[in-house]
């Protein structure tokens, strides 16, 4: 059973900075894309970052230039770090993992808080 571990929200003030970590086990495959995801209160859940292939990244556009997404490879790791953080950023952030094997399956994280005090 693959397992998604979160770690590194908290409580930081605007414009600080805050570093998530994910790591994936359980399975003797490697996902093909890890992400995160983030739900704010009374909003739907949206896409904050993703990576693929261990190279290819794709962010939302309001995070652009301020989060990076990165993965190691040869943990099963994925670490968005977001810097010049403001009180939008406020969420339940949730960590996901894409297998293509040994068949396609999506696996969510229990996600970690990330509070953004103004």
């Known amino acids: 059973q693959v397992q998604l571990v979160e770690s590194g929200g908290g409580l930081v003030q605007a414009g600080g900075s805050l570093r998530l970590s994910c790591a994936a086990s359980?399975?003797?495959?490697?996902?093909?894309?890890m992400g995160w995801y983030r739900q704010a209160p009374r909003k739907q859940r949206e896409l904050v970052a993703t990576i693929i292939s261990g190279s290819i990244t794709n962010y939302a556009d309001s995070v652009k230039g301020r989060f990076t997404i990165s993965r190691d490879n040869m943990k099963d790791t994925v670490t968005l770090q977001m810097n010049s953080l403001n009180p939008e950023d406020t969420a339940v952030y949730y960590c996901?993992?894409?297998?293509?094997?040994?068949?396609?399956?999506?696996?969510w994280g229990q996600g970690t808080q990330v509070t953004v005090s103004s």
């Open positions: 996901t993992a894409h297998f293509t094997r040994p068949r396609l399956m999506d696996y």
């Open positions: 359980g399975s003797i495959f490697s996902p093909n894309a």
